[in-house]
């Protein structure tokens, strides 16, 4: 033995992962007018997706750790399992576009255990978040290392304009799967969630895959614990919002006269986090030109978390111009995985 360095394959040349100059990216000023309209809408809202500066996904991915929020284990069971499956039913797919791609985590697991043949493969990644976008680009990178040829685009925009800008390139370029993991679907309403499938089916070639995870209806207890947990890191979550606007629009909310609340609506089968006002209070937002009185007891809803039957979403997807491959279900933690095809 002449030296402990063993002879291996040079490692595939790391790639840089590439930011798309084109996408649109979500700015300051459609920040304040969305605050603005929504929050004198009555009731008063605020949208989810504004839950994501560096704070809150810092807060998202703690909140994925919680014992009592089972999403993210249950899905990653499931790619973990099934991603050989899924990479051979999808068609052994060379491109993977991935909306709202968070941590990365979901995207490098499935190609992980799915990956078949050592072709190149090109990821893209669609988010708001600048710095989940520099998380995921970071790890996904790292499949370089263990012989996953990875190119990777990423794009800081929403899931429309991500999409438009990762399918700018012709389809031809080679069999794709668009991913919508993590029940990013139960943001939207049900008219909403429609229509936003659809919207992707149009973008999609006929034949090309895409795979959504949705988590499914269960029980009451087990619903509101994930959505209020014992440590109060959804709560914080929650709450950063009011922060965020504090601190990106100078506003004056008084985070601590707030309350987290989750609710189970059953009738709308959706879980909705309000924050309710502790105190009839005086709010006031220059940069979105607001200044209103909020009631003791009012509530601004911030988000609504929609949960499915398996049935509910094959037929969904069927509605919008998909088939169904397979669907791939976690009974304990109640959460499936399906793999449709555009007709
Ligand atoms: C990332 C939208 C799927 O609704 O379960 C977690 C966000 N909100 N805890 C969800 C969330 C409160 C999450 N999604």
Not at 121 to 128: F, G, M, P, Y
Not at 138 to 146: E, F, G, K, M, Q
Not at 251 to 265: C, T, Y
Not at 309 to 326: A, H, S
Request: with cysteine; net charge negative; proline share 5%.
């Amino acid at each position: 033995m002449s030296s402990g360095q063993d002879h291996r394959e040079l490692p595939m040349r790391q790639r840089q992962p590439v930011t798309d100059p084109h996408a649109a990216q979500t700015s300051p000023e459609q920040f304040a007018s969305d605050v603005q309209y929504y929050l004198t809408l009555n009731p008063r809202q605020l949208p989810s997706r504004y839950f994501y500066d560096a704070l809150g996904s810092a807060l998202f991915e703690a909140i994925c750790r919680l014992p009592w929020y089972r999403v993210t284990r249950a899905e990653l069971r499931l790619l973990e399992a099934h991603g050989r499956e899924i990479f051979e039913r999808a068609g052994r797919p060379t491109r993977l576009v991935e909306l709202g791609s968070g941590s990365g985590d979901k995207l490098a697991t499935l190609v992980e255990s799915g990956r078949s043949g050592a072709g190149p493969l090109d990821l893209h990644l669609i988010d708001v978040s600048p710095s989940a976008l520099v998380v995921s680009s970071r790890a996904l990178s790292a499949l370089n290392d263990v012989d996953v040829d990875v190119r990777i685009v990423t794009h800081e925009a929403s899931y429309e304009a991500g999409l438009l800008e990762a399918t700018r390139e012709a389809w031809g370029a080679g069999p794709t799967l668009v991913l919508f993991l993590g029940s990013n679907i139960g943001n939207f309403d049900r008219p909403g969630a429609e229509a936003f499938l659809r919207g992707i089916r149009a973008r999609l070639a006929r034949g090309a895959a895409f795979l959504i995870g949705a988590d499914l209806v269960k029980g009451e207890r087990e619903l509101l614990l994930a959505y209020d947990d014992p440590l109060g890191v959804t709560a914080a979550f929650n709450r950063n919002l009011l922060a965020r606007i504090n601190r990106e629009l100078g506003g004056d909310f008084d985070i601590e006269r707030f309350a987290h609340r989750a609710v189970w609506n059953r009738e709308e089968s959706r879980v909705e986090m309000h924050l309710v006002s502790l105190a009839p209070q005086r709010v006031r937002v220059p940069a979105a030109e607001i200044d209103f009185t909020i009631e003791e007891h009012e509530s601004i809803w911030t988000e609504s978390s929609y949960k499915y039957q398996p049935d509910d979403i094959v037929r969904t997807l069927q509605q919008t111009g998909f088939e169904c491959v397979r669907q791939w279900i976690d009974a304990g933690d109640g959460f499936a995985l399906t793999l449709v095809k555009a007709v």
